[in-house]
């Protein structure tokens, strides 16, 4: 069965970082390019970050280029995202995920939340 734990959100000002995690299970980890993605309440789901199999290339939305970094550890099953300088228009639920030949996984999601 394939799991996708997310974790590492939380509550944090403005300017803050935080780093979420997403321990992979049931399927070949090392085999898949991995995302993050996110939902803010009344908006669909963005593209946030992805990273290719073995880590060495990324891709971000431009909203979260310079900000975040998505980086993976495939002897752990692994993938981060650590987000720094947060903005209020960051809050949202993050989801890690990653698709097959037939259909999209993902986790449960962590929220985030930016605020005084």
């Known amino acids: 069965e394939v799991q996708l734990v997310e974790s590492g959100g939380g509550l944090v000002q403005p300017g803050g970082s935080l780093t979420l995690s997403c321990v992979a299970s049931g399927f070949r980890f090392t085999g898949y390019n991995m995302k993050w993605y996110r939902q803010a309440p009344g908006k669909e789901r963005e593209l946030v970050a992805s990273?290719?199999?073995?880590?060495?290339?990324?891709a971000y939305a431009r909203s979260v280029e310079g900000r975040f970094t998505i980086s993976r550890d495939n002897a752990k099953n692994t993938v981060y995202l650590q987000m720094n300088s947060l903005q209020v228009d960051d809050t949202a639920m993050y989801y890690c995920?990653?698709?097959?030949?037939?259909?999209?996984?993902w986790g449960q999601g962590t929220q985030v939340t930016v605020s005084l």
């Open positions: 995920g990653y698709s097959n030949l037939w259909r999209d996984f």
């Open positions: 990273i290719t199999t073995g880590g060495g290339t990324t």
